[in-house]
């Protein structure tokens, strides 16, 4: 979640990236914190009057911004483009956990039923070894019981709460009246689902649960159509180590990487071993989840100046033309969705996959993508 999850030299370059760009913009509002006023009114029309140090630092900022910009441009030029990826617009998060209880095969099922091109799902692994789909090891929230998923056999885990509230739609709750409520095994959902792509969340970063997600991909032939990570920037580490076939999603710490080397126009020559771009939108979702009355006036100011220089359509652009995917998360009103098309994403991850199908009929024709796919499926 922070700087102290990147390599040391990830840190100093982006930390010296920073401070150049930052002491060079203040400088150039406030030249006289360093040069006299005398020297301020010499004349200087050309770069013969200059001294030969002067010279050479401008040159060098100027190869360097022409540089940056060509490859943001053509970024093909240094780098080879990811393995293409198929286009999976619709991402059901937690299986759609605003229409169904979340990560049970119910939800799995009514989601694949509504049209959803891929399913998002988080694992644990349980006391015994055995790969559960479940977002939380402490099951209070989701099964009202005081117990952790990795201290418990699987045989001993209990039932979900059939009323759950949803994570990123404050005051919203589903509710269900049937039995499926069951914490399923990863093993299920993929025998259940063979060929369906999936979005697998490791909620922590333990050998023995990397080792066996990445052997039942593998043993269910997933591997081109799996994507795996974590938010936790050393477990993303280990997963492409072990496998870097599958591939990757960004981790938090990764994400704000990418944008402060993009301030600083360091993103272009920089190498990325990620296949997919997972982002929020911050201010967006301090407001769905209900803490906007907690976040300081100054970061709320902030959030809004990161959102409106359009920084995420900036990454968007320069990603997607290095092969990579771009996914927003977790959008689930019909104007958040308007914001996600004009930043030009890859797919939406929502908790109503029913509404977001609906939404992508309802726009088929303002968007040339979703003709392209629509066309294709008939």
């Known amino acids: 979640t922070s700087l102290y999850q990147m390599d040391w030299w990830e840190v100093l370059v982006i930390v010296t990236a920073l401070i150049y760009f930052?002491?060079?913009?203040?400088?150039?509002?406030?030249?006289?914190?360093?040069?006299?006023?005398?020297?301020?009114?010499?004349?200087?029309?050309?770069?013969?009057?200059?001294?030969?140090?002067?010279?050479?630092?401008?040159?060098?900022?100027?190869?360097?911004?022409?540089?940056?910009?060509?490859?943001?441009?053509?970024?093909?030029?240094?780098?080879?483009?990811?393995?293409?990826?198929?286009?999976?617009?619709?991402?059901?998060?937690?299986?759609?956990?605003?229409?169904?209880?979340?990560?049970?095969?119910?939800?799995?099922?009514?989601?694949?039923?509504?049209?959803?091109?891929?399913?998002?799902?988080?694992?644990?692994?349980?006391?015994?070894?055995?790969?559960?789909?479940?977002?939380?090891?402490?099951?209070?929230?989701?099964?009202?019981?005081?117990?952790?998923?990795?201290?418990?056999?699987?045989?001993?885990?209990?039932?979900?709460?059939?009323?759950?509230?949803?994570?990123?739609?404050?005051?919203?709750?589903?509710?269900?009246?049937?039995?499926?409520?069951?914490?399923?095994?990863?093993?299920?959902?993929?025998?259940?689902?063979?060929?369906?792509?999936?979005?697998?969340?490791?909620?922590?970063?333990?050998?023995?649960?990397?080792?066996?997600v990445n052997e039942m991909v593998c043993e269910f032939e997933r591997e081109s159509f799996t994507v795996w990570g974590s938010v936790h920037n050393s477990v993303c580490k280990k997963m492409y180590a072990m496998n870097p076939r599958i591939p990757l999603f960004f981790s938090l710490a990764r994400v704000v990487m990418v944008y402060l080397i993009l301030i600083t126009g360091l993103l272009p020559f920089w190498p990325l071993r990620e296949s997919c771009f997972e982002f929020c939108l911050p201010s967006l979702m301090i407001e769905r989840i209900g803490v906007r009355s907690r976040v300081p006036l100054i970061a709320r100011c902030l959030l809004l100046c990161f959102d409106t220089f359009l920084l995420h359509r900036l990454v968007c652009f320069h990603l997607q033309r290095r092969g990579l995917k771009v996914y927003v998360f977790v959008l689930n009103e019909e104007e958040d969705y308007d914001y996600a098309m004009r930043l030009g994403v890859d797919g939406i991850m929502t908790d109503y996959p029913t509404a977001l199908k609906q939404y992508y009929g309802a726009n088929r024709d303002s968007d040339p993508a979703l003709r392209l796919l629509s066309n294709g499926q008939n």
């Open 22 to 212: 930052c002491s060079s913009l203040i400088l150039f509002l406030f030249p006289k914190l360093v040069h006299s006023k005398e020297y301020s009114t010499l004349p200087c029309t050309s770069l013969y009057q200059m001294d030969w140090w002067e010279v050479l630092v401008i040159v060098t900022a100027l190869i360097y911004f022409c540089s940056s910009l060509i490859l943001f441009l053509f970024p093909k030029l240094v780098h080879s483009k990811k393995r293409s990826l198929p286009s999976w617009r619709h991402i059901s998060h937690r299986g759609g956990s605003g229409e169904e209880l979340e990560n049970t095969m119910a939800a799995f099922r009514h989601a694949v039923d509504s049209g959803t091109d891929m399913l998002e799902l988080d694992v644990h692994l349980t006391k015994d070894g055995e790969i559960v789909v479940c977002h939380d090891d402490d099951l209070e929230r989701v099964a009202g019981i005081d117990v952790s998923i990795t201290s418990t056999n699987y045989d001993n885990l209990p039932r979900l709460k059939k009323s759950q509230e949803l994570t990123f739609h404050q005051g919203h709750t589903t509710t269900v009246e049937h039995n499926d409520n069951v914490i399923p095994r990863l093993r299920e959902v993929f025998e259940q689902f063979p060929d369906f792509p999936m979005n697998i969340d490791l909620k922590n970063g333990s050998d023995e649960l990397i080792e066996k």
